[in-house]
Every structure is written in structure tokens, then in C-alpha cells.
């Protein structure tokens, strides 16, 4: 039996420069489509580690990668379904943080209370306005 | 004959991935008592249902243990069913039973890994975690995640998996049941593993029942009981199901039990696959547990039977949530399994029994 492994191609992968490919339907983090989410507050309300806050005053959905358990409830509670669970692992950090999404306000689209945030899913940028604290 | 004196074992000890605590009471490198002792890791998880709503605690049941956490949502999910009058789905009964029995694989192999190791066969120990990381590929291409599946919710299941993907699944049990008797067979016939575990720490038939122990540790002692006997859920659909049942009682009986249950494990999912009824996987949950509802339930857990017990109390969250696992019920079995043992055979009698003790405390 160990002879024959020696004929066999190794079964582990020199992590980090070779990865294991990702399937699709891996729980990896959480993706806000912000463009339809309508800031109605039940994915904060179905998480349950508390991960999700939802401002509707400054507009804004954060979520904390270090709570998160990927359980994808809010995926499931989110009734306009731009929750989705993308398929990679959130990095190794030094620092915790929140991730911050800015929601545009449908109503006003030329005058968005917050300049929309170029990049959706930042890891190294914590919250930069501070303003969401657990 | 000399002074008897207390020797400590564990909670880090190399056999053990658990912290388990015993005082070994010694003379004469024969052990005369051994005083368990636990604590190390308990975390206050059924007090949380005080504090989160039914829906959300399956996601704590699932992290009491991570070898067991697919059982662990399955037989609470299922209680709270029972306790709301909720009839699940045929598939999404036959889904669930499908990844518990793989995680009953993956934790066979887990242990036999570690007991090979202990034995101190390290390249067996590689052998078997490369076939444990085969069933992990298929949780996280079917569940989306390796040990924490989140996959089941009161009412049915989260994901299903598709005819092309349970093929997959099948195909891979076939490669790994090659592969596993070919490990199972050497472990099984080697000289030295018989002489170390025949005959050591035994239990027998009259003590196994007089102490109520349960499980693989109940079964080679010819205990003939196994929760899935009963036909519960998708295991009433399987043409036979016969517990996999040793005489002797020792180490031996106990390592050869488990092996064998991977081979039936894998059985079991390719009936299931090749039976899969078609339809819905959930339901639409609706409402609260009434005031002073009650259920109670029993699983199959890799290393016993696992009771749960829920109360409503007419709120979201429950009254009281209780769960006593396997290896509560099997640690008075150990001790006296371990009375009269020799010193050096003291790892090999614990890692057989394979006390879970993440489960135990909670």
C-alpha cells in the first residue's frame, strides 16, 4: 500500500502558491448588490451573530467578516435576493473591520447622500467614515 | 505489593484531541480506579436558546462538536419539527441521512487516523486523512462548506443535490471503498495491533448494559442496539439494516466495530442515492412552538446515541433545549473499563471508547 503511493501523484497542494480550485456553490462571503437592495433590515434581523447592520439614516449595509458565521440565512431572508455568497474565503487579516457597502438612494440617483464606493468587497480598507461600530 | 499514588491524564495528553481528565489511581502500574473529570470546555450552548430564536439555534447545535455538527442540526432540527407538528419532505429526509452518514464516515476515518497514529502507525494516519478529505471535497461541493455544513434548517434542508452530483458522490465512495479495505484489512490482521488491543479493556455483554453505554463501545459488547435500527426517517426505507455487532468486548472488537461501520455507511448512501424520491426539500415553517409543547428525540450520532429534548414556551425561542450525547452516557463505562487495566494500555482503551468530550460539555 505505501509502495503504491510512491507511483501516485502527491495528494496535498503547495499552499499558498497552489490553491485548490473553489466549487461554485462554496460558502465563501457575503456580496451585497447594492443596486437593489432596498435597506429593509431583515438579513440583520435573521443573522444570528449579529454580523449585519443596516443604516437606513446614512445609507449604508455593513457587515462584520469576523461574526459571520456563513450560514447564509440572510441570503435566504433577503427579499430582493442581492445577497449572494461568493465562493472565496475571506483573507487573513491583522486588524478587524467592517465591511461597508454604500447603498444609492433609487429616489435621488444624481445626489447620493455618500459617494458610492468603487470597490463593492474592500478587505483592507476598514470602515474609513468610522461610523458603523458594532 | 506497593502504595497505590494518582497519576493524571490528560487533559493535553498525545493521544487525546479532547481535553479528558483522568486520575488514574496506580499501584503497581495497574490502574485501580480512574476519577474522570471534565470541564475544559464548556461554553454555555444550551443556554443560548434564551437568546436566539429557534430558527437561529441550529446553528449553535451544529457547533457543539465538529466531527458530529451535521447530527448535531439534524436531531435538533428534527425535534423542533416534532414539536411543531412539521412534516419534512421524503428528499429532504433522504438529503439529511445522505451527510450524516458521510460525516459518520468522515469521523470513522478521523478516528481510525488517530488510533493508527497512537498505535503508531503514521503513515496509515496520512493513509486515512486522505480519504477523510475525500468526503470533506463532497461536503463542500454539495453543502458549501468541510465541517460546519449549515445545511439543515427546521423544515426541510438548505441545498439539494442533483442526480449528476449524487453519481459523483457515488463514484467517489467506490474509489474510497477500494482504498479503505485495503487499510481497514491491514490494520485489522497486523500482529502488533493484536497484541495490543485483544483482550484489553473489556466490557462485557451483562456490564455493557448494566451501564447503559451506547454506540460502537455498546456494540462490541453485543449490544444489539443502533437508533437507526428503529426505521426512523430515511433509514425505514432501507431494504435491511442489520447493527454492526462484535462478542468480545476489548479494544479489538471495538476498532474492528467501527471499521466495519464505514463499509455499511457507504452502503447505505448509495441505497439511498439509487431510492432518492423527487420533490420539494423544505417547507414553509410558520409560527412558534406552542406554550409547554414538548419533544423529544433520538439520533444515531457516529459515536451513539444522542437524546435531545426541546420546550416551548409559546416565544420564538424555547423554553429549555437538553441534549445528552453519546459520550456522557459512555463515560461510566470507561472507567470501569479501565479498572484493573495495565498503565501503558490505558491510551488505547480511551481512544477505542473515543469519549467526545466538545459533545459532552456543551
Same mark, same amino acid.
Given at each position: ?28 462571503? +457575503? #456580496?451585497?448588490?447594492? @443596486?437593489?437592495?432596498? $435597506? ?11 454580523? +449585519?447592520?443596516?443604516?437606513? @439614516? ?77 | ?11 493535553? /495528553? ?6 479528558? #481528565? ?19 470546555? /464548556? ?28 447530527? /448535531? ?12 407538528? +412539521? ?14 452518514? $458521510? ?6 476515518? !478521523? ?15 496520512? #493513509? ?20 460546519? $455544513? ?37 490494520? !485489522? ?15 462485557? #455483554? ?32 432501507? @431494504? ?96 470501569? @473499563? ?12 480511551? $481512544? ?11
Amino acid at each position: 500500500m505505501t509502495l503504491g503511493s510512491l507511483f501516485k501523484k502527491p495528494e496535498t497542494t503547495l499552499y499558498p502558491f497552489e490553491k485548490k480550485p473553489q466549487p461554485a456553490g462554496l460558502k465563501g462571503h +457575503i #456580496h451585497n448588490e447594492v @443596486a437593489g437592495c432596498i $435597506l429593509c433590515s431583515m438579513c440583520q434581523k435573521a443573522c444570528p451573530c449579529n454580523a +449585519i447592520n443596516v443604516d437606513k @439614516a446614512l445609507r449604508k449595509w455593513a457587515i462584520d467578516p469576523f461574526m459571520c458565521v456563513q450560514c447564509s440565512t440572510c441570503v435566504r431572508a433577503c427579499p430582493k435576493d442581492c445577497l449572494h455568497m461568493l465562493p472565496s474565503y475571506t483573507p487573513v487579516s491583522t486588524a478587524q473591520f467592517c465591511n461597508v457597502f454604500d447603498v444609492p438612494d433609487p429616489n435621488n440617483p444624481t445626489k447620493p447622500d455618500t459617494p458610492p464606493s468603487t470597490v463593492a468587497w474592500d478587505y483592507s480598507e476598514p470602515d474609513p467614515s468610522g461610523q458603523l461600530k458594532r | 505489593m506497593g502504595k497505590s499514588t494518582v497519576i493524571p491524564f490528560g487533559p493535553q /495528553h498525545p493521544v487525546l484531541p479532547e481535553p479528558l #481528565h483522568l486520575d488514574l489511581v496506580v499501584q503497581d502500574e495497574t490502574v485501580l480506579e480512574a476519577i474522570p473529570q471534565i470541564g475544559f470546555v /464548556h461554553r454555555g450552548l444550551e443556554k443560548l436558546v434564551e437568546t436566539r430564536d429557534y430558527n437561529q439555534f441550529i446553528y449553535v447545535a451544529e457547533r457543539i462538536c465538529g466531527i458530529c455538527a451535521m447530527g /448535531h442540526s439534524m436531531g435538533y432540527a428534527e425535534t423542533i419539527e416534532s414539536l411543531m407538528g +412539521i412534516e419534512v419532505p421524503k428528499r429532504a429526509e433522504y438529503l439529511r441521512t445522505i451527510w450524516h452518514e $458521510l460525516s459518520r464516515i468522515h469521523s470513522h476515518v !478521523l478516528w481510525l487516523g488517530l488510533a493508527a497514529d497512537a498505535f503508531g502507525f503514521e503513515s496509515m494516519f496520512m #493513509h486515512c486523512w486522505r480519504l477523510r478529505e475525500r468526503v470533506l471535497d463532497i461536503f463542500e461541493k454539495t453543502t458549501g462548506g468541510r465541517v460546519i $455544513l449549515s445545511v439543515v434548517k427546521v423544515g426541510g434542508v438548505v441545498r439539494d443535490i442533483d442526480a449528476t452530483m449524487m453519481r459523483e458522490i457515488v463514484n467517489v465512495l467506490d474509489g474510497i471503498k477500494d482504498d479503505y479495505t485495503k487499510i481497514m484489512n491491514t490494520l !485489522l490482521t497486523d500482529t502488533s495491533i493484536r497484541n495490543r488491543t485483544v483482550g484489553v479493556g473489556n466490557m462485557t #455483554h451483562e456490564e455493557a448494559l448494566a451501564l447503559s453505554v451506547v454506540g460502537p463501545f455498546a456494540r462490541a459488547s453485543n449490544v444489539n442496539y443502533d437508533v437507526r435500527m428503529l426505521g426512523r426517517g430515511a433509514y425505514g426505507d432501507l @431494504a435491511d439494516f442489520q447493527p454492526v455487532l462484535a462478542t468480545e468486548g476489548d479494544c479489538y472488537a471495538r476498532v474492528k466495530v467501527r471499521c466495519l461501520e464505514v463499509l455499511q455507511s457507504i452502503e447505505i448512501i448509495k441505497e439511498l442515492a439509487a431510492k432518492m424520491p423527487d420533490g420539494a426539500i423544505d417547507v414553509q415553517v410558520k409560527g412558534a412552538p406552542a406554550d409547554g409543547a414538548q419533544a423529544c428525540n433520538v439520533l444515531e450520532q457516529p459515536r451513539g446515541e444522542c437524546y435531545y429534548y426541546a420546550r416551548g414556551n409559546g416565544t420564538k425561542n424555547l423554553e429549555r433545549m437538553r441534549m445528552r450525547t453519546p459520550t456522557s452516557q459512555n463515560l461510566a463505562g470507561m472507567t470501569a @473499563a479501565l479498572k484493573g487495566c495495565d498503565l501503558a494500555d490505558v491510551n488505547m482503551i480511551v $481512544l477505542t471508547i473515543d469519549p467526545c468530550i466538545s459533545c459532552t460539555e456543551r
